[in-house]
């Protein structure tokens, strides 16, 4: 692993931020996840614009600027030794963290046969900033582990589906595209794929509608478009990947391989 503190490119046994760190105390800190396609950033400078609007929903003032993390993470790459790699980028009031690590691909059955999720009732308390501290999401993960299923689905108390704990959610019914505004974090590949599908709805479904959905996958950095066959034991349309949802894994597949600069 490549650990850049503060613009410096440190040893990953001596990589350090001070105990009386708001981060270490309270977990106050900002974060992004970023990958790499074929050697190149995806959308770096709209994971960093997010990392600057979670910073401002918490209400942190960085003492690093922009320019400055955009410096450090181009550093950092600079010394990566991968074919392909994962980024994190983690924000405190006065520190900057970097680190650089081999990406490590999904599953090829993920993408073949699709994906199981359970629900995992709430939401994210501070859903329009991506904070390090979010143990909810880590608990609906770990929940979804241990029920043998891939990814947690966020449904609220009053039983409107939100995102996943690490993911994104988009449904299809009558061949057209949804997914969901209110109170979830704007994902950078979800972004990306309204962008690819000209067309995509914004309003909410509760749990048991979205049940009854043709088609199902989800977004994330980490694995791109991934189907989504099974919702809690309940098969999702043909209990296969479907056709919208292909097709969109295969206009995202050109887009990285080919505009991955972009």
């Known amino acids: 692993m490549i650990v850049s503190i503060n613009g410096k490119i440190v040893d990953e046994k001596h990589a350090c931020i001070p105990v009386t760190s708001d981060a270490f105390l ?3 800190s900002v974060f992004e996840t970023i990958r790499t396609y074929n050697h190149k950033v995806f959308r ?65 059955k993920f993408y073949k ?26 608990l609906a993960k770990q929940h979804a582990k241990r029920c043998g299923a ?25 061949g057209k595209l949804n997914t969901t505004n209110k109170d979830i974090l704007y994902g950078i590949t979800r972004d990306t794929v309204i962008e690819l599908s000209g067309k995509c709805h914004f309003d909410g479904i509760k749990y048991k509608s979205l049940l009854r959905a043709d088609e199902i996958f989800i977004t994330q950095t980490s694995g791109g478009l991934i ?30 391989k080919g505009e991955t600069g972009k």
Do not use: Q
């Not at 066959?229 to 894994?249: R, S």
């Open 26 to 28: 309270f977990g106050y």
């Open 150 to 174: 891939v990814e947690a689905l966020l449904v609220d108390p009053k039983s409107y589906v939100r995102e996943c704990a690490y993911s994104n959610i988009f449904w299809v019914n009558d």
């Open 227 to 256: 189907p989504v066959v099974e919702i809690d034991g309940h098969k999702i349309g043909t209990g296969k990947p479907g056709p919208a949802t292909k097709k969109l894994m295969d206009a995202f597949a050109h887009l990285v």
């Open 44 to 108: 770096l400078n709209d994971h960093l614009a997010r990392l600057y609007v979670s910073a401002d929903v918490v209400g942190m003032k960085p003492e690093w600027s922009f320019k400055k993390t955009y410096r450090a993470v181009a550093d950092a790459l600079e010394k990566n030794p991968h074919k392909e790699a994962k980024i994190r980028v983690i924000l405190t009031r006065k520190d900057l963290i970097v680190t650089v690590e081999k990406h490590s691909p999904k599953p090829a």
């Open 113 to 138: 046969d699709g994906i199981t999720l359970v629900t995992y009732l709430g939401k994210r308390n501070t859903p329009r900033a991506k904070i390090l501290s979010d143990t909810f999401c880590y």
